[in-house]
C-alpha cells in the first residue's frame, strides 16, 4: 500500500477535517519545508549538502573507514560535526520569530546578517578541526596562542545564539549565566557555590577547546550514537512509518469503547518514538486524532488532554526514546541497549496508566467504539506495513546482539531505504529523497545545536569543582531520607522543565541532583530516569505544559483547562518514576526473576493507581465511590514497594476494594462494550 493510499483510506475512514491555520501554535520550534521563504531553492540545496557532509562525516567515525587515509581525532570530529549540520539552524529558524509567520508569509531567503553568522560559524569550527590534534597535544584549553583565544571568544557567543534560535531565550540566558559564573566563582558569598576562579580569556578556552564543554559528553554522545537514531526515525517517517502505525492502532483498538483516544495513545506513542519530542508529535498526529475523539464524543479539552499525554510519553519509548535517554549513556557509563531494557517496563506501565483511564472516561459517558465496517482490518494493515515492524524488530535484534550499538541505526536505515526504493507500492523518488534529507537536516541541526550549548552548563559547573559540592550539601541538608530527597528532586526537575528543554534541564540535574540521590542509595540508572521522567511532565502540567497547549490550539479548547485535564490523565506519570526510584528491579536491575515478579505486581499497581484516578473500575465495570477510590490508590502505591510484605500488603487492600465492588456490581447492570 503507498502512502497515497494510507492517507486516502485514513480520510475515508475518519473524514478528519484539514487543521485550521492557527491550529499550530507559536512555540514550534522550526518552521516546516513548505512554510518557510528562506528555504528558497538554492538554499535547500545548501542545507542537503550540508547534511550529506555531516552524514558521511559520522559513518567514516562510526564505521571506522578513514576516508582520505586520515584519523580523525574526537575533538576534530565533532568540530567537523557542529561545522556541516548547525549553521542548518542560521538558514531555517530566523533571528526572530516574528520574522517568519507559519503561513509562509516573510523575507524570501537567508537575510545578509544570518549568511554572517553561517560563516562565522563555520569558519571558527573549521578552523579549530584543523588545529584539533594542537589542542590535544599542547593543551590549548588553559594556554593558547592569541589567535585560538579570540576564535574561542567568537565560538562562544556564536554557540549561545544557536542555543537561543534552537531552544529559546531561557535556556540560552541559563547557559550564559552558568557558562560565565566561573569568572566570578572565588567571590561568591555563598558557601556552596564557591569554587575556582577562571579569567575571561582562558575559561573561553575552556569552553571551546576543552572536552567537558561544549565538547563534553553530550556532544560526544551525540556524535556517537544520536545522529544514527535520529536519522532512522526521519526515514521512518518519510517511508510511511508513522502512517502505517496510524492506521494499525485504528485497527487494534478502532472498535472499543473510547476507542478513537486509544488510537491517539497508541499512534502517539509510536510516533513521539520516532520524533522524540513531545509538541513536535502533537502537531503531527494531533489533526488526525483530536479531530476523530470530537466526533466520537470526547470533549475537546479531553481529547487534546489525550493526544498531548501521549504525546509526551514518547520521549521515554524504547527503542528509540528521546536525546536525553541517549545522553544518559555518558553519564551513567552504560550502553544504550542496557538502558532501552531499563525503560522498557516503565514505559509499559505509562500508557497503560493512560489506556485505563480512557476507558474509564468512556465507560461513564458510554462512548462506544467505531463499526468494524469502518476500520481497517488488522491482517491487511500488517501485510502493507511489514517492513517498518520489520525494521524496529531488527533494530532490536542487532542492538542486543552485534555488540555496536552505534552502527545499527546506519544499517536498519539502509534495509529501509531499500526496501522504500524497491518496493513498487511506496513512492519514493528525488522529490521525497529531497524532503526527507531537509527534514534529517533540520532535526539534527535542532538537536545537535541544542546539545552543544548545553554542553557550556556541564562546563560552567565542571570547570569551578561545584557540582560535587552542590551534590554534598544536597544530602547533608536531608539526611538519609531517600523519599524527601526524590520529592525534592521531582520539584527542581518539574521547575526546570518548565522553562528547559528536557535534554537541558536533564544535563543539568544529572550533574547536581542525580549524583545525591545516587548517594542515598538509588540505582544510577533508576535515578538518572527518574530526572528525564520528571523533567518531561511539565510538558502537560501548568503553568507551562507546551505539549497541552498544543493540542488546545487543534482543538480550539481552553489551554489551561487542557493542562489541568492532561495532567489527570497523566497522572501515573507522577507515580511510576517514585515506584522505580525505590524499587530498582522496575528498571531490569535486579535478578531476572525479581524483575519478572515485581513487573507483574506494578501492571496491578498502575491499573489500581489508574482506576482509582478516573472513578472506574475497569474489567468489573463498576463507578468507584472517594471511599473505595482512596485505599485503592493507596494499595496501587504499597504494591510498587520493593518489600514483598508491602507488596502483599497492597495487594490484600486492592482485592478488598475488588471484592466490594463484586458485591455493589450486584445492584447495577454492567456497561456494555
Known amino acids: 500500500m503507498s502512502n497515497r493510499s494510507l492517507t486516502t483510506d485514513r480520510a475515508v475512514h475518519q473524514e478528519d477535517p484539514p487543521p485550521a491555520a492557527d491550529a499550530v501554535p507559536d512555540h514550534s520550534l522550526i518552521t516546516a519545508e513548505s512554510e518557510n521563504p528562506r528555504l528558497t531553492r538554492f538554499w535547500k540545496s545548501v542545507v542537503i549538502i550540508l547534511t550529506l557532509l555531516g552524514l558521511i562525516l559520522t559513518m567514516n567515525q562510526v564505521f571506522f573507514w578513514n576516508l582520505f587515509g586520515v584519523t580523525l581525532l574526537t575533538n576534530t570530529f565533532l568540530y567537523l560535526l557542529v561545522m556541516f549540520f548547525v549553521p542548518i539552524l542560521f538558514i531555517v529558524m530566523p533571528a526572530k520569530r516574528s520574522v517568519t509567520t507559519h503561513d509562509g508569509e516573510g523575507p524570501v531567503g537567508v537575510p545578509w546578517y544570518d549568511v554572517v553568522l553561517l560563516m562565522a560559524f563555520m569558519s571558527c569550527a573549521a578552523y579549530f578541526a584543523w588545529h584539533g590534534v594542537?589542542?590535544?597535544?599542547?593543551?590549548?584549553?588553559?594556554?593558547?596562542?592569541?589567535?585560538?583565544?579570540?576564535v574561542s571568544v567568537i565560538f562562544w557567543g556564536l554557540i549561545l545564539e544557536v542555543l537561543r534560535r534552537g531552544a529559546g531565550w531561557i535556556v540560552a540566558v541559563l547557559a550564559l549565566l552558568v557558562s560565565i559564573y566561573p569568572v566570578?566563582?572565588?567571590?561568591?558569598?555563598?558557601?556552596?557555590?564557591?569554587?575556582?576562579?577562571?579569567?575571561?580569556?582562558?575559561?573561553?578556552?575552556?569552553?571551546?577547546?576543552?572536552?567537558?564543554?561544549?565538547?563534553?559528553?553530550?556532544?560526544?554522545?551525540?556524535?556517537?550514537?544520536?545522529?544514527?537514531?535520529?536519522?532512522f526515525g526521519v526515514v521512518l517517517q518519510h517511508t510511511g512509518g508513522a502512517l502505517f502505525f496510524h492506521e494499525l492502532s485504528t485497527a487494534l483498538f478502532g472498535r472499543f469503547r473510547g476507542g478513537s483516544a486509544k488510537v491517539s495513545v497508541a499512534s502517539s506513542a509510536t510516533m513521539g518514538m520516532m520524533s522524540g519530542s513531545a509538541v513536535s508529535n502533537v502537531l503531527t498526529t494531533g489533526p488526525m486524532t483530536i479531530p476523530a475523539m470530537i466526533r466520537s464524543g470526547f470533549s475537546r479539552k479531553t481529547a487534546a488532554a489525550v493526544e498531548a499525554t501521549a504525546s509526551s510519553g514518547g520521549s521515554i519509548t524504547p527503542p528509540i526514546m528521546g536525546t536525553a535517554a541517549f545522553l544518559m549513556v555518558s553519564f551513567?557509563?552504560?550502553?544504550?541497549?542496557?538502558?532501552?531494557?531499563?525503560?522498557?517496563?516503565?514505559a509499559v506501565l505509562y500508557f497503560l496508566g493512560i489506556f485505563i483511564q480512557i476507558d474509564g472516561y468512556a465507560a461513564m459517558r458510554g462512548l462506544k467504539g467505531s463499526p468494524r465496517s469502518l476500520l481497517p482490518r488488522v491482517g491487511?494493515?500488517?501485510?502493507?506495513?511489514?517492513?517498518?515492524?520489520?525494521?524496529?524488530?531488527?533494530?532490536?535484534?542487532?542492538?542486543?546482539?552485534?555488540?555496536?550499538e552505534s552502527q545499527v541505526p546506519f544499517w536498519v536505515v539502509a534495509v529501509l531505504v531499500a526496501i522504500a526504493v524497491l518496493r513498487p507500492s511506496v513512492t519514493f523518488g528525488p522529490k521525497q529523497w529531497s524532503e526527507m534529507t531537509l527534514d534529517v537536516g533540520k532535526t539534527l541541526a535542532q538537536i545537535i545545536g541544542i546539545i552543544a550549548g548545553v554542553g557550556l552548563i556541564l562546563g560552567g559547573l565542571s570547570a569551578t569543582g561545584v557540582a560535587l559540592s552542590l551534590s554534598r550539601d544536597l544530602v547533608a541538608l536531608v539526611g538519609d531520607n531517600v523519599l524527601l530527597m526524590l520529592i525534592a528532586g521531582a520539584f527542581a526537575c518539574f521547575v526546570l522543565g518548565m522553562g528547559l528543554t528536557i535534554s537541558a534541564a536533564y544535563v543539568f540535574l544529572a550533574i547536581v541532583m542525580a549524583p545525591a540521590v545516587i548517594e542515598l542509595g538509588v540505582d544510577p540508572i533508576a535515578a538518572h530516569l527518574f530526572v528525564i521522567y520528571w523533567a518531561s511532565v511539565s510538558y502537560i502540567t501548568p503553568p507551562v505544559g507546551l505539549a497541552a497547549f498544543a493540542a488546545a490550539g487543534i482543538s480550539k479548547a481552553p489551554a489551561m483547562a487542557t493542562c489541568v485535564e492532561a495532567m489527570r490523565l497523566g497522572l501515573v506519570k507522577y507515580v511510576v518514576p517514585f515506584g522505580f526510584a525505590l524499587n530498582p528491579a522496575l528498571v531490569a536491575q535486579a535478578p531476572l526473576g525479581d524483575v519478572i515478579l515485581n513487573g507483574l505486581a506494578s501492571i496491578v499497581a498502575v491499573f489500581a493507581l489508574a482506576c482509582a484516578f478516573s472513578g472506574w473500575l475497569s474489567l468489573i465495570d463498576v463507578r468507584l465511590p472517594l471511599t473505595l477510590r482512596i485505599p485503592l490508590a493507596v494499595g496501587g502505591f504499597l504494591m510498587f514497594l520493593p518489600q514483598a510484605v508491602w507488596t502483599l500488603v497492597g495487594l490484600g487492600v486492592i482485592l478488598a476494594v475488588v471484592g466490594l465492588c463484586l458485591v455493589r456490581r450486584r445492584s447495577a447492570p454492567p456497561v456494555m462494550t
Not at 134 to 150: K, L, R
Not at 187 to 196: A, D, S, T, V, W
Open 134 to 150: 594542537d589542542i590535544h597535544e599542547y593543551g590549548w584549553a588553559f594556554v593558547a596562542p592569541v589567535s585560538a583565544t579570540v
Open 184 to 231: 566570578t566563582a572565588g567571590q561568591l558569598p555563598i558557601g556552596f557555590l564557591e569554587g575556582i576562579e577562571y579569567d575571561i580569556t582562558v575559561l573561553a578556552q575552556v569552553h571551546a577547546m576543552g572536552s567537558e564543554s561544549i565538547l563534553g559528553l553530550p556532544l560526544q554522545t551525540a556524535g556517537s550514537i544520536l545522529v544514527g537514531f535520529l536519522l
Open 332 to 346: 551513567v557509563g552504560v550502553s544504550y541497549t542496557e538502558i532501552l531494557i531499563a525503560a522498557t517496563i516503565p
Open 380 to 404: 491487511p494493515a500488517l501485510i502493507a506495513g511489514w517492513p517498518y515492524l520489520g525494521c524496529l524488530v531488527l533494530l532490536t535484534v542487532m542492538l542486543f546482539t552485534t555488540g555496536n
